[in-house]
């Protein structure tokens, strides 16, 4: 079954703290892997996808296809970066989510 | 720039009564979705459409039906509303063909007492 994992339901960091958000995955064949985030009171959002490469507002994402694995990276946390994040995986026609992490950066 | 539409935003329901989520885009997407959001859940697919006339199922699909009659809408049928139809429902649209940046409605809160 296709499977998205993110192990922790909170985290909590201070500001300028390095953080990772933790993000299993378990599909057959070759999912495209992305981040979305959800700030508060705002909608969900893309926020990067691992076929671009790209780093968005410091987060970086890398695929391990030997893990299956594909963690979120920040090396210095801000305030502003507090928010739920999901990771999820799509293929053949559906698009599945973890059950999200809540960050807090803490001044 | 209207996106995704979801109406209504908030709506409480008796057990038993039948309502339906309304999704509507602008942007001509092949693809649409319907989630429930459950907190410690995360995100659970209901349905999926990729394109006008064609929709399947996805993690949690029991309690809900959905059409796909124009590539603009996609609405979601609650037939016998239940308790643990309790959550805030997502609908969200893209282009679809592996493009995973997909566009978000507002979401509609939905209690059912």
């Known amino acids: 079954a296709q499977r998205v994992t993110q192990p922790e339901k909170l985290l909590s960091v201070f500001k300028g703290a390095p953080v990772e958000l933790k993000c299993n995955y378990s599909y057959s064949g070759s999912p495209e892997l992305f981040w979305y985030v959800q700030y508060s009171r705002q909608r969900l959002q893309l926020l990067l996808r691992h076929i671009s490469r790209e780093s968005i507002k410091g987060f970086t994402a890398d695929l391990n296809k030997g893990e299956t694995s594909f963690h979120l990276k920040k090396p210095f946390a801000q305030e502003e970066d507090s928010a739920m994040y999901y990771c999820?995986?799509?293929?053949?026609?559906?698009?599945?989510f973890g059950a999200g992490t809540r960050l807090t950066v803490k001044p | 720039n209207a996106g995704v539409t979801q109406t209504p935003k908030f709506r409480i329901l008796k057990i038993g009564q039948s309502m339906t989520l309304q999704c509507a885009q602008d942007?001509?997407?092949?693809?649409m979705y319907w989630y429930r959001q459950d907190p410690g859940m995360g995100l659970k697919l209901i349905y999926y459409s990729v394109g006008a006339g064609i929709t399947d199922k996805g993690e949690v699909p029991n309690g809900y039906n959905v059409s796909r009659s124009t590539t603009e809408d996609f609405p979601l049928r609650l037939e016998l509303a239940a308790p643990s139809q309790t959550s805030v429902y997502f609908c969200?649209?893209?282009?679809?063909?592996?493009?995973?940046?997909?566009?978000f409605g507002q979401g509609t809160r939905l209690t059912v007492v």
């Open positions: 969200a649209s893209n282009v679809g063909e592996g493009n995973t940046e997909a566009f």
């Open positions: 942007m001509n997407h092949n693809y």
């Open positions: 999820g995986g799509y293929n053949n026609n559906d698009m599945r």
